[in-house]
């Protein structure tokens, strides 16, 4: 019987029982009585198994003494109560079979001490075998799950939308070209211009940098749908909350509106929150432990209490008012700055935020007009320690409006065709927002760069795997 490590330390696999285990070696200790205790981790907890192996297996000597920290290994045995402190169940080695050692362990760039985020993120095929990194990897499982049981349960479609598009859904400029060109021969047109329509799709196409004007399309058929995949931007700045590549959770309710997405955004986080402690409680205490002491306490706090509700415009009384020397100086019209935002949810009102109604000046092109038209049907939530973690709006959904803002933004109408027509035929109220999933694990674990929760981080200069 092949089990993992976590089916033995749970006690799922009684006392008594044979079983086969399969794993690495984070450490290994040889006693003076003649046995190694070996501490085997397979990924599927936090916890090490420690394998006891005495010097009677035949191949003591010359293999289970070669095993070094991040050694490979096969081991069929007996579950044990160990008579170690600190270990419940562990397990008596009938045979070991060294599956893979470790070329050169001097040089084995995980060493069992802690290593800097920095040095980690330069190895970052090895960093899975590092505690963090293996409880991040878990968590942030546990939170996709959790993100697809909460949209399932009420009654969400996951729609895929695709990631080579021709729109810029933001408007931000901020788009990965794909192209097939000869950089070193570009076609031209007459006037001397990039000839796309030579390139692979007869057109100039890009990365997508969100995926909500696709999904839109199905939630005006579909009623409540979501999309959760990967999303690029070419973004310049080198921040600790800005990747390349990144994935984004994005919600879109068809007669729904602003107040409503509010409400769906504070309810979706919270159950994210609560389904994550239930689930990783070891690594939420490792995190506590070593990342934040608040961690647990924080997450446990949000899921029961309310989260705050401002407008823009008495955010940036606020942020007048404190007297506090801002970078920027605080002015209604200017978008918040992460000062802003963090002094929002940390200072004054010690929990998440959620900012509404935005001057449109600053907001995407699609956001719904409010009455007077100086402000957007816009919200933003705002997560202690991180800043913006969700941006959303009401859509707008009268088609002369929509057409007027495209035209004030620039936009091809050409390329937006297909996206007034869901304006043109049965139109609704309807809303949706889109969750940076990394800040969220950012603010779920308490590391501080959002290149530490990423499998692979893209940022600019980088992406060396
Ligand atoms: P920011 O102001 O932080 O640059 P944004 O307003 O440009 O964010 P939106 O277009 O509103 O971002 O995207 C929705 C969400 O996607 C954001 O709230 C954030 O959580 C996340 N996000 C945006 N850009 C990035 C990025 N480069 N890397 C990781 N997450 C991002
Ligand atoms: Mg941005
Ligand atoms: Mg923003
Ligand atoms: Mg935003």
Redesign the pocket.
């Known amino acids: 019987q092949t089990v993992s490590v976590r089916q033995v330390l749970s006690g799922d696999v009684a006392a008594g029982t044979k079983v086969t285990v399969q794993g690495w070696v984070r450490t290994r200790r040889d006693s003076k009585a003649g046995f190694s205790f070996i501490h085997l981790n397979d990924g599927s907890c936090f916890a090490n198994l420690q394998l006891v192996a005495s010097k009677d297996l035949p191949n003591y000597e010359e293999g289970i003494l070669k095993l070094t920290s991040g050694a490979s290994l096969s081991c069929i045995g007996e579950v044990v109560e160990s008579k170690g402190r600190g270990q419940s169940l562990e397990i008596q080695a009938e045979s070991i079979e060294v599956l893979g050692l470790v070329e050169d362990p001097d040089t084995y760039p995980i060493q069992p001490k802690q290593h800097s985020f920095e040095f980690l993120r330069t190895v970052a095929h090895l960093r899975p075998r590092t505690n963090t990194f293996g409880a991040v990897t878990r968590v942030r499982h546990a939170a996709a799950r959790a993100v697809h049981e909460f949209f399932d349960q009420h009654g969400y479609y996951w729609v895929n939308t695709p990631i080579i598009t021709a729109s810029d859904a933001?408007g931000?400029g901020?788009m990965f070209r794909v192209s097939t060109l000869d950089l070193a021969n570009l076609p031209r047109n007459d006037k001397g211009e990039i000839d796309f329509h030579q390139d692979f799709f007869g057109r100039e196409t890009f990365l997508t940098?969100?995926g909500q004007l696709n999904v839109e399309a199905f939630c005006l058929a579909m009623s409540k749908v979501y999309t959760f995949g990967p999303?690029f931007?070419a973004?310049n700045?080198n921040t600790t909350?800005?990747?390349?590549e990144?994935w984004?959770v994005e919600p879109e309710v068809a007669f729904a509106d602003l107040e409503d997405l509010a409400a769906l955004a504070e309810n979706f986080l919270k159950f994210v929150f609560a389904r994550v402690l239930e689930r990783c409680g070891e690594d939420m205490a490792f995190f506590a432990e070593r990342i934040e002491p608040e961690a647990i306490n924080r997450l446990e706090a949000l899921v029961n209490s309310d989260f705050v509700q401002m407008d823009y415009a008495e955010a940036v009384r606020i942020l007048q008012a404190s007297g506090k020397k801002f970078e920027y100086a605080p002015e209604w019209g200017v978008?918040l700055q992460?000062e802003h935002e963090r002094f929002l949810t940390e200072q004054h009102c010690k929990a998440p935020v959620v900012v509404k109604n935005y001057p449109t000046e600053i907001k995407?092109f699609y956001m719904r007009l409010n009455d007077g038209g100086e402000t957007v049907a816009a919200m933003?939530?705002l997560a202690p320690g991180i800043?913006?973690?969700?941006?959303?709006s009401q859509r707008e959904e009268r088609l002369d409006v929509l057409s007027r803002r495209m035209s004030e933004h620039g936009l091809d109408p050409s390329t937006y065709q297909w996206f007034l027509d869901l304006r043109r035929y049965g139109t609704v109220p309807h809303a949706g927002?889109?969750?940076?999933?990394?800040?969220?694990l950012n603010y779920i674990t308490g590391l501080g760069n959002?290149r530490d929760v990423i499998p692979y981080p893209r940022t600019p200069g980088s992406a060396p795997f």
């Not at 909350?241 to 390349?244: P, W």
């Not at 800043?387 to 959303?392: D, N, Q, R, S, T």
């Not at 927002?433 to 969220?440: A, N, Q």
């Open positions: 933001e931000a901020e940098v969100s999303t931007r973004e700045s909350r800005h990747l390349a990144f984004m978008d992460t995407a933003d939530v800043g913006e973690i969700i941006g959303g927002f889109g969750l940076g999933f990394e800040r969220l959002i």
